[in-house]
């Protein structure tokens, strides 16, 4: 028998990482006990329940707590109903709803409308794909949270101009923004890159925006002073040109790291 003074203690940290790991495969079996533990205790298990897609309506708001600052719900089923939890979380950040595997519908305008009404400090909130997203979402998302610094939209076929037009007036801290698969056209990107934001844009993705044409280039060109990466491919209207002048201003200024086109 071995020697009880040799034995290595349990080191109380991963004993703690493993109860926390056990619960998360039965998370809903507990959530009347979940929901009283302590706020440092609930951020490790939420982490891991979304990062396992566990992440459900039906625990979202037993998991939650009010100094929640980061969430990223990509990976589970989270609809309206399950949002209106996360409206109790004012201090958030960040927001992740991408769908990552096929388009989401349950998530809608009237679930974002509740979300940034009560979360004012959001500046990262990522929605692509979540294809019932409609302008008052984010209309309402840049005139709540004039902090924003990032925005992915892509493939909400229901944002025009007038998400583009609200965000150039209110967000002046916009630096990346993804509406590739919308319904802009010149006049909203216009609209976007004259606006407050000119100089903090940073990083734009309007690939597969069949209305855009040379014009919405050109206003990139011309506002947006610190721009280093913009993609367009898959813009029909967007001829060559475009891409040769984009090239050049690549050469003069090395800040722009990065453009993507197609070339028809």
């Not at 203690?9 to 959530?31: E, G, H, M, N, W």
């Not at 150039?168 to 976007?192: E, H, K, M, W």
């Amino acid at each position: 028998m071995a020697d009880a003074t040799s034995m290595k203690p349990v080191r109380v940290a991963t004993l703690f990482s493993q109860s926390i790991k056990c619960l998360v495969s039965c998370v809903d079996i507990y959530l009347d006990a979940v929901e009283r533990l302590p706020a440092n205790i609930k951020d490790r298990l939420l982490h891991l329940v979304c990062k396992r897609g566990r992440i459900s309506d039906g625990n979202i708001g037993k998991l939650l707590h009010a100094r929640v600052l980061s969430l990223d719900l990509s990976e589970g089923d989270v609809s309206d109903h399950g949002l209106k939890h996360v409206a109790k979380c004012t201090l958030l950040r960040k927001l992740d709803l991408n769908s990552l595997k096929r388009p989401r519908t349950t998530i809608t305008t009237q679930g974002i409308l509740q979300v940034v009404s009560a979360c004012p400090h959001l500046h990262t909130i990522c929605l692509r794909r979540c294809i019932n997203i409609t302008d008052a979402a984010l209309v309402a998302l840049s005139r709540h949270c004039r902090r924003l610094t990032a925005l992915d939209v892509g493939g909400c076929a229901g944002v025009t101009d007038a998400s583009l037009i609200a965000l150039g007036q209110n967000c002046p801290l916009l630096r990346n923004i993804n509406f590739s698969y919308s319904d802009v056209t010149d006049a909203g990107v216009l609209s976007l890159v004259s606006g407050t934001c000119a100089g903090s844009l940073n990083e734009l993705h309007m690939s597969h925006c069949e209305r855009l044409t040379d014009e919405a280039v050109e206003a990139v060109m011309s506002y947006c002073t610190n721009i280093s990466i913009v993609v367009f491919d898959g813009c029909h209207r967007i001829t060559q040109q475009s891409a040769e002048a984009l090239d050049q201003l690549a050469a003069q200024h090395h800040r722009l790291t990065q453009l993507t086109w197609t070339v028809y």
